[in-house]
Protein backbone atom coordinates (compact mmCIF):
# COMPACT_ATOMS: atom_id res chain seq x y z
CA UNK A 1 0.00 0.00 0.00
CA UNK A 2 1.34 3.69 -0.42
CA UNK A 3 1.12 5.83 1.72
CA UNK A 4 0.96 9.38 1.71
CA UNK A 5 2.04 11.76 4.02
CA UNK A 6 0.46 15.73 3.78
CA UNK A 7 2.54 18.25 5.51
CA UNK A 8 1.98 20.23 6.66
CA UNK A 9 -1.48 19.71 9.52
CA UNK A 10 -2.17 22.85 9.53
CA UNK A 11 -1.12 25.87 7.56
CA UNK A 12 -1.97 29.41 9.08
CA UNK A 13 -1.81 32.09 6.43
CA UNK A 14 -3.50 35.28 5.74
CA UNK A 15 -5.41 36.35 1.91
CA UNK A 16 -2.50 37.63 -0.52
CA UNK A 17 0.40 35.00 0.78
CA UNK A 18 1.84 31.89 -0.96
CA UNK A 19 0.93 29.06 0.31
CA UNK A 20 2.92 25.43 -0.34
CA UNK A 21 1.45 22.22 0.45
CA UNK A 22 3.62 18.90 0.55
CA UNK A 23 2.83 14.96 -0.25
CA UNK A 24 5.30 12.69 0.16
CA UNK A 25 4.60 8.90 -1.17
CA UNK A 26 6.24 5.76 0.60
CA UNK A 27 6.81 4.41 -2.61
CA UNK A 28 7.33 6.07 -6.49
CA UNK A 29 3.91 6.95 -7.83
CA UNK A 30 3.96 5.65 -11.25
CA UNK A 31 3.02 8.30 -14.29
CA UNK A 32 2.68 10.93 -11.58
CA UNK A 33 -0.62 9.45 -10.93
CA UNK A 34 -1.43 11.85 -8.06
CA UNK A 35 -4.02 14.52 -7.31
CA UNK A 36 -5.42 16.96 -5.02
CA UNK A 37 -8.48 17.85 -3.94
CA UNK A 38 -9.79 20.45 -2.23
CA UNK A 39 -13.04 19.98 0.59
CA UNK A 40 -14.68 22.49 2.50
CA UNK A 41 -16.70 21.82 5.49
CA UNK A 42 -19.84 20.15 4.35
CA UNK A 43 -19.23 20.05 0.87
CA UNK A 44 -17.91 17.03 -0.94
CA UNK A 45 -14.27 17.13 -2.32
CA UNK A 46 -13.67 19.07 -5.67
CA UNK A 47 -10.96 17.93 -7.87
CA UNK A 48 -8.23 20.73 -8.58
CA UNK A 49 -5.19 19.06 -9.67
CA UNK A 50 -4.59 15.37 -12.01
CA UNK A 51 -1.43 13.94 -13.20
CA UNK A 52 0.97 15.84 -10.48
CA UNK A 53 0.47 18.91 -12.56
CA UNK A 54 -2.60 19.43 -14.65
CA UNK A 55 -5.60 22.07 -13.77
CA UNK A 56 -8.91 20.35 -13.63
CA UNK A 57 -11.54 21.97 -15.52
CA UNK A 58 -12.60 25.38 -14.18
CA UNK A 59 -9.55 25.61 -11.12
CA UNK A 60 -7.90 28.92 -11.29
CA UNK A 61 -4.47 29.34 -12.20
CA UNK A 62 -3.48 30.62 -8.59
CA UNK A 63 -3.45 26.80 -8.21
CA UNK A 64 -0.99 24.70 -9.36
CA UNK A 65 0.88 20.96 -8.88
CA UNK A 66 4.45 19.55 -9.27
CA UNK A 67 6.40 16.75 -8.32
CA UNK A 68 7.34 13.07 -9.09
CA UNK A 69 8.07 10.26 -7.70
CA UNK A 70 7.50 10.56 -4.00
CA UNK A 71 7.24 14.08 -3.43
CA UNK A 72 4.97 16.35 -4.60
CA UNK A 73 3.68 20.06 -4.06
CA UNK A 74 0.16 21.82 -4.47
CA UNK A 75 1.08 25.72 -4.70
CA UNK A 76 -1.43 28.27 -4.13
CA UNK A 77 0.05 31.46 -5.55
CA UNK A 78 -2.04 34.24 -3.83
CA UNK A 79 -4.60 33.25 -1.23
CA UNK A 80 -8.14 34.15 -1.91
CA UNK A 81 -10.92 33.77 0.66
CA UNK A 82 -12.41 31.31 -0.33
CA UNK A 83 -9.31 28.81 -0.66
CA UNK A 84 -9.11 28.18 3.02
CA UNK A 85 -10.44 24.27 3.15
CA UNK A 86 -8.94 20.92 3.83
CA UNK A 87 -6.75 19.95 0.61
CA UNK A 88 -6.00 16.10 0.44
CA UNK A 89 -3.52 13.95 -2.19
CA UNK A 90 -4.75 10.84 -3.37
CA UNK A 91 -2.25 8.26 -5.27
CA UNK A 92 -4.68 6.50 -8.12
CA UNK A 93 -1.31 4.31 -9.51
CA UNK A 94 -2.18 0.61 -7.17
CA UNK A 95 -5.16 -0.10 -5.26
CA UNK A 96 -5.54 1.09 -2.61
CA UNK A 97 -5.77 4.17 -4.20
CA UNK A 98 -4.87 6.05 -0.91
CA UNK A 99 -5.45 9.53 0.14
CA UNK A 100 -2.89 11.56 2.54
CA UNK A 101 -4.71 12.63 6.00
CA UNK A 102 -4.64 16.61 4.32
CA UNK A 103 -3.43 19.75 5.52
CA UNK A 104 -5.83 22.77 6.87
CA UNK A 105 -5.42 25.64 5.36
CA UNK A 106 -6.70 28.22 7.49
CA UNK A 107 -6.96 32.07 7.71
CA UNK A 108 -4.10 33.46 10.49
CA UNK B 1 -24.17 17.95 -16.43
CA UNK B 2 -23.05 15.40 -14.63
CA UNK B 3 -24.51 14.03 -11.15
CA UNK B 4 -24.30 11.32 -8.99
CA UNK B 5 -26.90 11.15 -6.40
CA UNK B 6 -25.81 9.16 -3.24
CA UNK B 7 -28.83 7.69 -0.78
CA UNK B 8 -29.72 4.41 1.30
CA UNK B 9 -27.48 5.91 4.66
CA UNK B 10 -28.93 5.35 7.97
CA UNK B 11 -28.91 4.20 11.83
CA UNK B 12 -27.88 0.54 11.42
CA UNK B 13 -27.47 -1.42 14.63
CA UNK B 14 -23.52 -2.83 14.82
CA UNK B 15 -23.77 -6.24 12.72
CA UNK B 16 -26.01 -4.96 10.08
CA UNK B 17 -26.32 -4.64 6.56
CA UNK B 18 -27.09 -1.88 4.65
CA UNK B 19 -27.20 -0.99 0.72
CA UNK B 20 -25.96 2.24 -0.85
CA UNK B 21 -27.29 3.77 -4.11
CA UNK B 22 -25.80 6.26 -6.48
CA UNK B 23 -27.68 7.13 -9.90
CA UNK B 24 -25.63 8.87 -11.99
CA UNK B 25 -26.63 10.56 -15.11
CA UNK B 26 -25.05 13.19 -17.42
CA UNK B 27 -22.16 11.13 -19.09
CA UNK B 28 -22.27 7.25 -20.43
CA UNK B 29 -22.39 5.28 -17.52
CA UNK B 30 -20.84 2.14 -18.39
CA UNK B 31 -17.92 3.71 -19.65
CA UNK B 32 -16.56 4.83 -16.45
CA UNK B 33 -15.44 3.04 -13.95
CA UNK B 34 -16.70 4.31 -10.08
CA UNK B 35 -15.32 4.18 -6.26
CA UNK B 36 -16.49 4.62 -2.85
CA UNK B 37 -14.76 6.93 -0.66
CA UNK B 38 -15.80 7.68 2.82
CA UNK B 39 -15.14 10.02 5.92
CA UNK B 40 -15.79 9.22 9.46
CA UNK B 41 -16.69 12.41 11.58
CA UNK B 42 -13.93 15.12 11.98
CA UNK B 43 -11.55 12.69 9.86
CA UNK B 44 -9.88 12.67 6.20
CA UNK B 45 -11.05 10.49 2.94
CA UNK B 46 -10.61 6.73 2.61
CA UNK B 47 -11.27 4.91 -0.69
CA UNK B 48 -13.33 2.08 0.20
CA UNK B 49 -14.25 0.25 -2.94
CA UNK B 50 -14.11 0.76 -6.85
CA UNK B 51 -15.85 -1.28 -9.83
CA UNK B 52 -14.55 -0.79 -13.57
CA UNK B 53 -16.76 0.57 -16.00
CA UNK B 54 -17.46 -3.14 -17.30
CA UNK B 55 -18.56 -4.37 -13.65
CA UNK B 56 -15.78 -7.00 -14.29
CA UNK B 57 -12.93 -6.24 -11.84
CA UNK B 58 -13.56 -5.02 -8.36
CA UNK B 59 -10.96 -3.97 -5.87
CA UNK B 60 -11.61 -3.48 -1.72
CA UNK B 61 -9.66 -1.75 0.98
CA UNK B 62 -8.35 -3.90 3.63
CA UNK B 63 -10.80 -2.58 6.34
CA UNK B 64 -14.10 -3.63 3.85
CA UNK B 65 -12.72 -6.81 2.26
CA UNK B 66 -14.80 -9.58 3.13
CA UNK B 67 -17.36 -7.54 4.86
CA UNK B 68 -18.74 -5.17 1.49
CA UNK B 69 -19.25 -5.99 -1.94
CA UNK B 70 -19.76 -3.21 -4.60
CA UNK B 71 -21.70 -3.73 -8.01
CA UNK B 72 -23.49 -1.84 -10.87
CA UNK B 73 -26.28 -2.14 -13.01
CA UNK B 74 -25.18 -0.29 -16.24
CA UNK B 75 -28.73 -0.90 -17.75
CA UNK B 76 -29.76 1.62 -14.83
CA UNK B 77 -26.75 3.62 -14.27
CA UNK B 78 -26.66 2.47 -10.75
CA UNK B 79 -23.92 1.77 -8.40
CA UNK B 80 -24.40 -0.12 -5.22
CA UNK B 81 -22.25 -0.82 -1.93
CA UNK B 82 -23.57 -3.56 -0.33
CA UNK B 83 -22.24 -3.51 3.23
CA UNK B 84 -22.56 -6.26 5.85
CA UNK B 85 -21.36 -6.95 9.43
CA UNK B 86 -21.19 -3.44 9.94
CA UNK B 87 -19.14 -2.14 12.51
CA UNK B 88 -18.97 1.14 14.76
CA UNK B 89 -15.37 2.30 13.03
CA UNK B 90 -18.23 2.37 9.54
CA UNK B 91 -19.83 4.97 10.86
CA UNK B 92 -18.65 7.27 8.20
CA UNK B 93 -20.50 9.86 5.38
CA UNK B 94 -19.73 7.55 2.15
CA UNK B 95 -19.18 9.44 -1.06
CA UNK B 96 -19.22 7.47 -4.60
CA UNK B 97 -17.22 8.98 -7.11
CA UNK B 98 -16.78 8.81 -11.00
CA UNK B 99 -13.07 8.23 -12.60
CA UNK B 100 -12.14 9.68 -15.57
CA UNK B 101 -11.54 6.83 -17.09
CA UNK B 102 -12.77 2.71 -17.84
CA UNK B 103 -10.17 1.85 -15.15
CA UNK B 104 -9.68 2.35 -11.84
CA UNK B 105 -6.22 4.26 -12.67
CA UNK B 106 -7.32 7.65 -12.83
CA UNK B 107 -8.66 10.64 -11.20
CA UNK B 108 -12.03 11.74 -9.09
CA UNK B 109 -13.71 14.32 -11.56
CA UNK B 110 -16.75 14.34 -10.26
CA UNK B 111 -18.54 13.28 -6.55
CA UNK B 112 -21.84 12.90 -4.78
CA UNK B 113 -23.18 14.64 -2.18
CA UNK B 114 -22.66 12.13 0.29
CA UNK B 115 -25.27 9.90 2.59
CA UNK B 116 -24.71 9.16 5.84
CA UNK B 117 -24.25 5.89 7.32
CA UNK B 118 -24.31 5.32 11.69
CA UNK B 119 -23.17 1.98 12.89
CA UNK B 120 -24.67 2.41 16.96
CA UNK B 121 -26.74 0.52 19.05
Known amino acids: EIVLTQSPGTLSLSPGERATLSCRASQSVSSSYLAWYQQKPGQAPRLLIYGASSRATGIPDRFSGSGSGTDFTLTISRLEPEDFAVYYCQQYDSSPYTFGRGTKLEIE | EVQLLDSGGNLIQPGGSLRLSCVAS????????MSWVRQAPGKGLEWVSGIRGDGGTTFYAESVKGRFTISRDNSKNTLYLHMNSLRADDTAVYYC??????????????WGQGTLVTVSS
Open chain 2, 26 to 33: GFTFSNYA
Open chain 2, 97 to 110: AKCRGSSLTYYFDY
